[in-house]
């Protein structure tokens, strides 16, 4: 009886903790989108070395995210953040057009790691407000993210800085999550 009630509590008004890592190279906005979602202000960021963790509550969700540097020299040691993740955002510099191929090789490679198997995929089409930034379809066709068959997966356009695109990015994670 105690593990059903606690079950309509927990459905009721959450309790599940979702382990979200967001990914990407280094300048692609990856600390302001965690500091927007935590925050309605802009916060002045440096480059992350290392990681920042913030818990957020959104929608009856405890989200537990973690930022990770994303420097060349940081990259391999995003593994060791990869067991029990639930969804990874992976955030493009949209109007940097020429550093698409190496964020879609870090991609695809982080896609093949066993301890991400079975987490979810959204892409943050970040930085739409810059001059030449692609959008959603123009990204999703250079990083190839057509051919990603194993997962859920989305792609959203944002501009972190006045948070757009954010919540709607947060919104189909939820729904992933619920099962809904």
């Given at each position: 009886m ?6 309509v ?6 309790s599940?903790e979702?382990r979200i890592?967001?990914?990407g190279?280094?300048n692609?906005?990856?600390t302001?989108?965690?500091y927007?979602?935590q925050s309605?202000e802009?916060e002045?960021?440096v ?12 929608k009856n969700?405890?989200?537990q995210?973690w930022d990770?540097g ?6 391999p040691?995003?593994r060791?953040?990869y067991?029990?993740t639930?969804a990874?955002i992976?955030v493009v510099?949209s ?7 190496i964020?879609?090789?870090e991609?695809?490679?982080?896609l093949?790691e066993e301890?991400l198997?079975d ?6 089409a ?9 959008n959603?379809?123009q990204?999703?066709?250079a990083?190839?993210l ?7 997966w989305?792609i959203?356009?944002?501009t972190?800085?006045?948070g757009?695109?954010l919540f709607?990015?947060?919104d ?9």
């Amino acid at each position: 009886m105690g593990i059903l009630i606690s079950k309509v509590f927990a459905s009721l008004f959450g309790s599940k903790e979702v382990r979200i890592l967001i990914l990407g190279l280094d300048n692609a906005g990856k600390t302001t989108i965690l500091y927007r979602l935590q925050s309605d202000e802009i916060e002045q960021t440096v480059p992350t070395i290392g990681f920042n963790m913030e818990t957020l509550q959104y929608k009856n969700i405890k989200f537990q995210v973690w930022d990770l540097g994303g420097q060349t020299s940081i990259r391999p040691y995003w593994r060791c953040y990869y067991p029990n993740t639930d969804a990874v955002i992976y955030v493009v510099d949209s109007a940097d057009t020429d550093r698409l191929n190496i964020a879609k090789q870090e991609l695809h490679a982080l896609l093949e790691e066993e301890e991400l198997k079975d987490s979810i995929l959204l892409v943050f089409a970040n930085k739409q407000d810059q001059k030449g930034a692609l959008n959603a379809a123009q990204i999703s066709e250079a990083m190839e993210l057509t051919n990603i068959r194993n997962r859920q997966w989305s792609i959203k356009e944002t501009t972190a800085t006045v948070g757009s695109g954010l919540f709607e990015g947060f919104d189909w994670i939820v729904t992933c999550i619920k099962g809904e």
